[in-house]
């Protein structure tokens, strides 16, 4: 149960917790582009400062690229230990000119706050160290031992994380872990994710002749790059959604009847969601609804692709090069590893032999299932009754968290709650990012009844 002065203490102080959440977002820590380093360490350091204004005790460490922030509360015996996972960095803004006002200058309207970062991850972060804030500004001491890994590359894929997990294993044991970096099912539908799907992301690029030729002059006797990078493109797929690499489907742990049902019986409201998407219609692969389509089945999309004269009017050429993005959305039991091998294969027998296509593997992740039958899930499941009022679903993400498998993997790790604060229609990675102020105070009230609840 969560103290009386603490939960009054949240609601007191819920202008000025925004106004903090305001001051994050105003860093544009991109982790993608190299102009925004300064940025990033800008974040990190904001991080450490809000976690030391809570007593912690913490430091910065640099790895190869970006840094992380590890912190902890001050040492209280026998009390359970929480390891909180964040990232401070975030996704690239563009298209600039679709934003309503600048994505780093945050703006509050309707009951949301807009910019880049602020359902992704900064304003869910943020919940677990103003709940920590709440608990001693109202006078309590904190019931758990909190450990903090913040860090500021999730969003390229986590690629010094791993060699950081290794070295600091000792530091980051704990009883649980906590990571609120995905969504609600729906806007008031609150949920626990307990599956996230993997991912594999790769470059191609064609290269054919030394220069773009005259498509008359030439025409008909070159491969074309871009002619040649469409057809491998749509050969990856099969008219009816379903990916073509031979083997793609071999290892997925198929859904159980009992977790097919209990998707059925989510409340999705497909037309609202077309709504917002703007799309009159769903795709996907046959045979399975829009929950398991878009949470537990693998997927294959091109993200970018480009080649040739798109300027105004016409050019009469033959590209010299084209080039895409191509990732895959992998889940449970899917190895990138071996992916990335029938991928590789299939490329190169679909590649004719008067171009060069080169593939250039970009960042992966594993996908992830969560035990549900935890004592730390019924913390939590108490916790998100307690702050959204209402007790929450389980439901599998679509979307990867790369820390996820690390921290199974490297500290052994099983007790891992994945609490989505953002919603689905947040605009993560899109232009309008936004996350509403309520969900951001319910979430500190549920993040501050966690911390009560987890050693019960
Ligand atoms: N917050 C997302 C992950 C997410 C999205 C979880 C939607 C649940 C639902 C995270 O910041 C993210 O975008 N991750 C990347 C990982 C990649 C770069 C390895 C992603 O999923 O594209
Ligand atoms: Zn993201």
Redesign the pocket.
Known sequence: MLPASVSSYIDKNRQAFVDDLAAFLKISSVSTLSEHDEDIRSAAQWVLDQLENCGFEGKIYQTQRHPVVLASSEHIPGAPVLLVYG?YDV?PPDPLDEWETPPFSPSTRDGYIYARGAT??KGQFLTYVKAAQAILGAGEKLPVNLKFLVEGE?????PNLEKFLREHRGELIADAVAIS???QFAPGIPAI?YG?RG?C?FQLDVQGPRFDLHSGGFGGIVENPAQVLANILAALKAPDETVNLPGFYDDVLPLQKSEREEMASLPVDESRIRDYLGVPEFTGEPGYSVVERKGARPTLDINGLWGGFSGQGAKTIIPARAGAKVSMRLVPNQDPGIITRIFHDFIEKNSPAGVKVKITDL???DPVLVSRQTTAMRAAEKAIAAGFGKKPVFIR??????VVNLIKKHLGQENILLL?WGCPDDG??SPNERFSLDDFHRAIHSVATLYYEIGV
């Not at 993400?397 to 790369?402: D, K, Q, R, T, V």
């Open positions: 990232h996704q992704d991850d999730e969003e390229i894929g986590s970096d995905g969504a994710t996230l991912l992301y960042h992966g992740a993400e679509g979307g990867s968290i790369p989505g993560a990675h």
